[in-house]
């Protein structure tokens, strides 16, 4: 059972570029999460998915985009890399809405 | 205001001391309440939910006073392992995450 898997864990993009972040869980979970978390700063809400088809956006969606055809992936795409993205992501899945979220170990981005 | 306000220390205490930590939230509609564990440059693990009763899990107590919109996490008996960044969360809708309170258990 590998829980929340992320790939991939370490990237470096230069500014203008794309990249998708690969993100899958098999827990047969149906919410699903993308958070950044910056130094010192908690964690902040890109999009989320309540189930397969169904995508709606979190506090900080401008950058970026995702999809959910499945209710294991949920992949997120960064189009025209910005600085300003240089974090670290998180993917997260729960059973149900409850805040008992599973998390993948991290994608570190960094932007030059 | 912040929505989930927390101390972000560090907190360096000697093993075997008792530590807490607290955490204040705005949102009187909040509905759940969670302590988080993060290890540096690691992933953030649920560590308790945070009943109104209060609950306990080994050596970690955690409190909730909706009176006063705070979440408390004690620690007895500190361990070299408990050293990590400890996240309150709370959920008024969405989850809101603190930005954490780091500890730092020294030998």
């Known amino acids: 059972n590998a829980g929340v898997t992320q790939t991939p864990k370490f990237r470096i993009l230069k500014i203008g570029q794309s990249m998708t972040l690969q993100c899958t869980q098999d827990m047969n979970h149906n919410y699903m999460y993308w958070y950044r978390q910056d130094p010192g700063m908690g964690l902040k809400l890109i999009y989320y998915s309540v189930g397969a088809g169904i995508t709606d956006k979190g506090e900080v969606p401008n950058g970026y985009n995702v999809s959910r055809s499945t209710t294991e992936d949920f992949p997120l795409r960064l189009e025209l890399a910005a600085p300003s993205q240089t974090s670290v992501y998180f993917c997260a899945s729960s059973y149900q809405n409850t805040g008992e979220l599973f998390f993948g170990e991290g994608s570190r981005l960094t932007v030059l | 205001r912040k929505e989930v306000e927390q101390d972000p220390g560090p907190f360096n205490v000697p093993e075997g001391a008792t530590v807490a930590f607290n955490c204040t939230y705005s949102n009187s509609a909040s509905q759940s309440f969670f302590w988080y564990r993060q290890d540096c440059r690691k992933e953030p693990k649920l560590l308790m939910s945070?009943?109104?009763s209060g609950n306990e899990d080994g050596r970690f107590t955690a409190q909730l006073n909706r009176a006063s919109q705070y979440i408390s996490l004690l620690i007895r008996d500190s361990k070299l392992s408990d050293s990590a960044t400890y996240l309150c969360v709370v959920k008024a809708g969405k989850l809101i995450f603190g930005q954490g309170t780091t500890l730092q258990v020294k030998p």
């Open positions: 945070v009943y109104s």
